[in-house]
């Protein structure tokens, strides 16, 4: 983890067995864009930054695509599990809200 400007931490996503890595497909800027699983290549579009999010039930933190400047959120605030991350719209909302382990 590296620290960013303002106090946030960067975030290089990689699973521990398989080596690949949380990427935004083709650096894309848009919303609703899926993430995927791709192969490491350090580029910005595999970045986030780990903005933390206090509340009176504790706190989490918001992952923020370092290329496009998007959080990644569930898809439609969905509560069903294999519901599928996207860049959404806006900020904040709770399904852009993740427990960093």
């Not at 990689?14 to 993430?35: F, H, T, Y």
């Not at 986030?48 to 509340?55: G, I, P």
């Amino acid at each position: 983890m590296d620290t960013e400007p303002g106090g946030g931490q960067r975030l290089h996503t990689q699973q521990r067995q398989e080596q690949p890595c949380l990427d935004v497909p083709s650096k894309s800027i848009a919303e609703n864009v899926q993430p995927q699983q791709w192969t490491c290549n350090g580029a910005a579009n595999q970045q986030f930054a780990a903005d933390l999010v206090r509340s009176l039930t504790g706190s989490k933190s918001m992952l923020v695509n370092i290329n496009s400047g998007l959080n990644i959120g569930v898809d439609s605030s969905s509560t069903t599990a294999g519901a599928a991350a996207v860049q959404p719209t806006g900020a904040g909302a709770t399904s852009q809200q993740w427990n960093l382990l």
